[in-house]
Each structure stands twice: as C-alpha cells, then as structure tokens.
C-alpha cells in the first residue's frame, strides 16, 4: 500500500510519524479522509479524534482541533493538541469535563469557551476509555 509522511506540530512538539498509509481527521465540515496522493488542501480541523493507519496498524489520537497542511506524500498537522489514546489520564479528563459543566452552569462565566472546554474533556473521555 502506497505510503506518506505525517507529521503532527502542538505547541509542545513536533510528532515525527514517519510513513502512514491512512489519515481519518475531523474537519469542520466533517470527517476527511486521507492517502497518498491526496490533492493538495488546507482543511480546518474540529476537536475529534484522528484515526491513523500505519504498517497495517490502527492508532487513536484525541485533538483538540487545528489545520491540516495536505501535499501529496506528506501531511503536517498543526493542531492544538494531540494525545494518543493509550496516553491520555481518564481521571484528569473527567475532572475537566466536570470543571466545564460548572462554568456553565455559572451564568457569569463565558458560555463559549466553557462550551468548548466540555468538547474537548468528553473527547478525551471517550477515546481513553476505548
């Protein structure tokens, strides 16, 4: 199966993947797939989870939403943030998500930003508890 380079870019770090076969990313209209060859595009990315396919092997990866940068033998992700599924702590997670229902119970707090704050905690939730 034809392959491509992926590399995924936080704030904390370059995650040089090396080469993938697949790529499933939530866009904002969406998820989108890709795989070598793929035309060129800049996709905006949701929070969501990333499903990555490499040597026949399928890995999960919590995001919390950024850009997709799509050449035709590589893919740079520049995302918010990025946690593999085995790595992410399920109790920091579900403390988050709790923080978040309380700001938005508060009607002093910032409705939109306690919204997405939620998103991403039950993101993180439901993948670590695959």
Do not use: C
Request: no cysteine; charged share 30%.
């Amino acid at each position: 199966m034809s392959k491509f380079a992926l590399e995924i870019i936080t704030s904390i770090g370059l995650t040089d993947l090396g080469e993938v076969e697949y790529l499933r990313a939530p866009g904002l209209d969406g998820l989108f797939g890709v795989m070598k060859n793929h035309a060129p595009a800049m996709i905006s990315m949701d929070v969501g989870v990333l499903k990555i396919v490499q040597n026949g092997k399928e890995s999960l990866w919590a995001t919390s939403g950024g850009i997709a940068d799509i050449r035709k033998d590589k893919v740079q992700l520049l995302l918010e943030t990025a946690e593999k599924s085995d790595a992410i702590d399920i109790e920091r997670a579900k403390k988050s998500a709790e923080r978040a229902k309380q700001r938005l119970a508060d009607q002093r707090a910032d409705a939109a930003r306690a919204k997405a704050s939620l998103s991403r905690a039950i993101n993180r939730v439901k993948l670590g508890g695959i």
